[in-house]
Nanobody, 120 residues
Framework: QVQLVESGGGLVQPGGSLRLSCAASANTFNIYIMGWYRQAPGKQRELVARITTGGRLDYLDSVKGRFTISRDNAKNTVYLQMNSLKPEDTAVYYC??????????????WGQGTQVTVSS
């Protein structure tokens, strides 16, 4: 029903920046919430940021002021601008979307993940 295509991961030095992009394609479902999660080795997957169709935002406390999520509803694309990156930001970042025929009944779809490594 929904496919996600991610790009933008890579290796960056502490203090550097990366911009992740994720384009969602839906067959018959509508796309509602879009967001980014991350998972580091030995850690549980955690929500980094999410944005609703109407633009309501949520951020993980540790990334506030450094990361910015945005979306282009016409393109069903979500972005994550990551600035002032720290080694603890190293993780696999997953794009996610909640989609369905109704905003009250959605399924969660995941991208394959893109590796972000912050190291000197």
């Amino acid at each position: 029903q929904v496919q996600l295509v991610e790009s933008g991961g890579g290796l960056v030095q502490p203090g550097g920046s990366l911009r992740l992009s994720c384009a969602a394609s839906a067959n018959t479902f509508n796309i509602y919430i879009m967001g980014w999660y991350r998972q580091a080795p030995g850690k549980q997957r955690e929500l980094v940021a999410r944005i609703t169709t109407g633009g309501r935002l949520d951020y993980l406390d540790s990334v506030k002021g450094r990361f910015t999520i945005s979306r282009d509803n016409a393109k069903n694309t979500v972005y994550l601008q990551m600035n002032s990156l720290k080694p603890e930001d190293t993780a696999v970042y997953y794009c996610s979307t909640d989609a369905g025929t109704s905003p009250f009944q959605t399924y969660r779809y995941w991208g394959q993940g893109t590796q972000v490594t912050v190291s000197s």
